[in-house]
């Protein structure tokens, strides 16, 4: 069965009803049904609660709670690399921005501007960058983490579609990271700006940061975009993050991309598509590839 076949189903399935109901779901707090319902989640995706600060399964009063549950302090140590993997998950695309294109998969590409929500001079930053889309699959941990330290300057929430991100549905879908709904988080860095995006998807019932809270719902029509300057009187308020700390959060699995404007980007020589990779290991250097870790 060929992709585009494979994911015809999701273009009939009501895609936002369906979010709406598992968003619903996973925040309520139904004690022994609520326990139930992770003890199952866990044993169907072999879900490693060893590594979670919180084991107990019995404990979390929502699914929510479970599904964006802390890790240990130490589980997840920081190479020595310029930019880290800012999540766990599996390595979907990556590599040069062929000046405005991004690839999604074989045969599918996407634009810069399409990814930042229609914003052509945010986009042209990136023309000719590099990029990298990894995607979270249920088991994995779904806190997003920093890949270097930066200064958020605008946050853009993208009204979209809501398919699903898996694999299948990234080589049957066209433009599928830029068509669903969509947080695009910007920030400047010691090598200036990037992009650091949370694509939503079926059954994601929103997306966090840590400075904002859940961005949507609401989910709207119309894009909404939040600026954060820096003040000279208040330069205290500005919103700084240093590399690895935690920036937001799905509730409900989905991807991230994150784009880098033009320069010496190298990426880990072990990275591929299709890699497991873990939050915290070597994702690229500049000027030379980082070591593995």
């Given at each position: 069965?060929?992709?585009?076949?494979?994911?015809?189903?999701?273009?009939?399935?009501?895609?936002?009803?369906?979010?709406?109901?598992?968003?619903?779901?996973?925040?309520?707090?139904?004690?022994?049904?609520?326990?139930?319902?992770?003890?199952?989640?866990?044993?169907?995706?072999?879900?490693?609660?060893?590594?979670?600060?919180?084991?107990?399964?019995?404990?979390?009063?929502?699914?929510?709670?479970?599904?964006?549950?802390?890790?240990?302090?130490?589980?997840?140590?920081?190479?020595?690399?310029?930019?880290?993997?800012?999540?766990?998950?599996?390595?979907?695309?990556?590599?040069p921005i062929e000046?405005?294109?991004?690839?999604?998969?074989?045969?599918?590409?996407?634009?810069?501007?399409?990814?930042?929500?229609?914003?052509?001079a945010l986009a042209?930053?990136?023309?000719?960058?590099?990029?990298?889309?990894?995607?979270?699959?249920?088991?994995?941990?779904?806190?997003?983490?920093?890949?270097?330290?930066?200064?958020?300057?605008?946050?853009?929430?993208?009204?979209?579609?809501?398919?699903?991100?898996?694999?299948?549905?990234?080589?049957?879908?066209?433009?599928?990271?830029?068509?669903?709904?969509?947080?695009?988080?910007?920030?400047?860095?010691?090598?200036?700006?990037?992009?650091?995006?949370?694509?939503?998807?079926?059954?994601?019932?929103?997306?966090?940061?840590?400075?904002?809270?859940?961005?949507?719902?609401?989910?709207?029509?119309?894009?909404?975009?939040?600026?954060?300057?820096?003040?000279?009187?208040?330069?205290?308020?500005?919103?700084?993050?240093?590399?690895?700390?935690?920036?937001?959060?799905?509730?409900?699995?989905?991807?991230?991309?994150?784009?880098?404007?033009?320069?010496?980007?190298?990426?880990?020589?072990?990275?591929?598509?299709?890699?497991?990779?873990?939050?915290?290991?070597?994702?690229?250097?500049?000027?030379?590839?980082?070591?593995?870790?």
């Open positions: 069965m060929s992709d585009r076949f494979a994911v015809l189903p999701q273009y009939l399935l009501p895609k936002q009803a369906l979010t709406q109901f598992a968003g619903l779901v996973a925040s309520r707090k139904r004690g022994r049904v609520t326990t139930e319902i992770i003890r199952r989640f866990v044993a169907k995706y072999q879900v490693n609660m060893d590594e979670a600060l919180n084991a107990d399964i019995a404990s979390y009063l929502s699914f929510n709670d479970f599904f964006t549950r802390a890790l240990k302090p130490g589980a997840r140590p920081l190479a020595s690399a310029e930019l880290i993997c800012p999540v766990d998950g599996a390595i979907s695309q990556f590599g000046h405005d294109q991004i690839v999604q998969a074989k045969g599918h590409k996407y634009s810069t501007t399409a990814m930042v929500g229609g914003d052509q042209a930053q990136y023309h000719d960058g590099s990029f990298a889309t990894i995607y979270l699959s249920p088991k994995d941990y779904h806190r997003i983490h920093m890949p270097c330290d930066g200064r958020l300057t605008r946050m853009i929430y993208v009204p979209g579609d809501l398919f699903s991100v898996n694999p299948v549905t990234a080589r049957g879908v066209p433009g599928l990271f830029a068509r669903n709904e969509r947080v695009v988080c910007v920030f400047e860095s010691a090598r200036g700006p990037f992009v650091l995006a949370l694509v939503g998807a079926t059954i994601v019932g929103s997306m966090a940061t840590v400075w904002h809270g859940v961005v949507n719902p609401p989910r709207g029509k119309v894009v909404r975009e939040w600026l954060y300057p820096v003040s000279s009187n208040k330069p205290e308020d500005a919103i700084f993050l240093k590399q690895g700390d935690e920036m937001g959060r799905f509730l409900l699995g989905s991807t991230v991309v994150m784009l880098f404007p033009k320069g010496p980007l190298r990426f880990n020589p072990d990275w591929a598509p299709g890699r497991a990779v873990r939050l915290g290991e070597a994702m690229a250097g500049y000027g030379v590839s980082p070591a593995s870790s």
